[in-house]
């Protein structure tokens, strides 16, 4: 058995983010690829360079090199977050903008599906959840659906991401009459909203945006 792969899908402000703080810092790794605060008090104090369980990286290869690392030089690592993911895909497309031809595009697609595979291929102990915001699919002006947003239709054509994970969950967040809001992971597919994950893994088809609630159920289904 490998390590398991979760994709976590939504738009900024849904709560992939703040999922974060239910975990255990002493077991988690955060490679943060935007490069941008957490959004939880106290996660600068939790997270750091000092810690040695913090890093702020952008290169696909990078990513990979440091994903084999943790698994096997860092077994108290249980969990690894690739924040905002798709960002790997969005500043190399900047980066190599004045390039011509399209050999870009089939590299980058190379170095993020070896990127994704390697995830998937880690210590058996690890989870590791891949951040992702939403793209939508239009047909005649209409949203049909989403998806894990890429850097383009080149980029679609070569990677299917989905494709890639047993297990995406998408942000949903319920506004309630007093005010209140729920912030939520939808777990299978919902009106327009195509998550995913193993039948029978989760009882509900909307959970609590809690990434220590995902990691216990994972574990508790494949063990």
């Known amino acids: 058995m490998a390590s398991k792969l979760v994709g976590i899908v939504g738009a900024t402000g849904t709560g992939k983010s703040t999922s ?12 943060n690829v935007a490069k941008k605060e957490l ?7 939790l997270y750091n360079v000092e810690n040695k369980n913090y890093k702020e990286i952008d290169d696909a290869n990078e990513i990979t090199r440091l994903l084999r690392t943790i698994s096997e030089k860092a077994p108290h690592i249980k969990n ?20 011509k031809g399209y050999e870009k595009f089939s590299v980058m697609a190379r170095d993020t599906v070896a ?19 939403p793209d ?5 002006g209409d949203i049909i659906g989403y998806k894990m947003k890429t ?3 080149l980029i679609d054509n070569q990677i299917n991401l989905e494709g890639l994970f047993t ?11 007093d005010g209140s809001v729920n ?16 039948d029978g893994m989760f009882a509900e088809t909307k959970i609590p945006n809690n990434l220590q609630l995902v990691v216990e159920t994972l574990n508790n289904y494949y063990n």
Do not use: C, Q, W
């Open 115 to 133: 990127m994704i595979k390697t995830a998937r291929h880690l210590r058996d102990d690890l989870t590791v959840f891949y951040f992702s915001h």
């Open 80 to 99: 690894i977050i690739l924040e905002d993911s798709n960002y790997v895909m969005g500043f190399t497309m900047l980066d190599k903008a004045m390039e």
């Open 39 to 45: 959004p939880f008090k106290g996660s600068e104090k």
């Open 136 to 140: 939508t699919i239009e047909d005649g």
């Open 151 to 153: 850097s383009g239709k």
């Open 20 to 31: 974060i703080k239910h975990l255990n810092p002493e077991e988690t790794y955060i490679i």
């Open 167 to 177: 297990v995406v969950l998408y942000t949903n967040v319920e506004e309630n009459k």
């Open 183 to 198: 912030y939520e992971f939808v777990t299978n597919r919902y009106k327009k909203i195509p998550a995913k994950s193993p």
